[in-house]
């Protein structure tokens, strides 16, 4: 297994586009994550599945994001209508329980700029 | 609510120790975490430790935690350029809160 990969690297889009992440966790991992991080800031959360299940959204997702985690395998978060304030690092994370002494595995991020 | 606090910068000279602190808010978290972050890389586990233990050792890292005070340190001995990234201290409840990062440069 090659770890937790997310696709695209980087994005960039205009104002008002809508934009979709994919994340391909550990095979074997039931749970996953979304955070964003933006510069000077630790990683947020904002939301995790356990298999297909999204179980808990953070209020700082908007009602223009959504995640789908549909086989419970790989996830994607869909950005509708950007705004400049979304720019940001999108990362995903997973494991296979919830509480680890390995923690989470992150993947190295979605980086998305909104010009 | 879970909050996680840190300084923002640290800065030691090349082969001293390192200390950096977090204080965190919600004392039913089970574990603790240390994380690295490098300039363009991802989260990188450093090391853990459990919420009924005081002290953990791995090689140059040692992990204090205080949780009467809800106070965790991380200590990295013999601090290399290597060292230099944000290291961020995360608490563990039903998910993981990270703190804002400390942003530690080593001179030489």
């Known amino acids: 297994d090659t770890g937790v990969s997310q696709d695209p690297r980087h994005k960039i889009t205009k104002r008002g586009q809508n934009v979709t992440f994919r994340c391909d966790p550990i095979s074997e991992h039931n749970r996953l994550y979304w955070y964003r991080q933006t510069l000077g800031q630790g990683p947020e959360f904002l939301t995790y599945?356990?298999?297909?299940?999204?179980?808990?959204k953070s209020r700082l997702l908007s009602d223009r994001f959504s995640a789908e985690r549909p086989k419970g395998s790989f996830s994607t978060l869909e950005i509708q209508r950007t705004e400049q304030g979304d720019s940001a690092m999108y990362l995903c994370?997973?494991?296979?329980?919830?509480?680890?002494?390995?923690?989470?595995?992150f993947g190295s991020g979605t980086r998305l700029t909104v010009v | 609510g879970e909050d996680v606090e840190q300084s923002l910068f640290l800065s030691v000279r090349e082969g001293d120790s390192s200390v950096i602190n977090c204080t965190y808010t919600d004392s039913s978290s089970t574990y603790l975490y240390w994380y690295k972050q490098e300039p363009g890389a991802g989260l990188q586990l450093l090391t853990y430790?459990?919420?009924?233990?005081d002290m953990k050792q791995d090689q140059r890292l040692t992990v204090l935690l205080n949780k009467k005070d809800k106070h965790l340190s991380l200590r990295i001995a013999d601090t290399q350029t290597g060292d230099s990234a944000i290291y961020f201290c995360?608490?563990?409840?039903?998910?993981?809160?990270f703190g804002q990062g400390t942003r530690l440069t080593i001179n030489p």
């Open positions: 995360a608490e563990m409840d039903q998910k993981l809160v």
């Open positions: 599945f356990q298999n297909e299940a999204q179980l808990e």
């Open positions: 430790i459990f919420s009924n233990m």
């Open positions: 994370a997973s494991s296979l329980a919830a509480f680890t002494d390995y923690g989470y595995t």
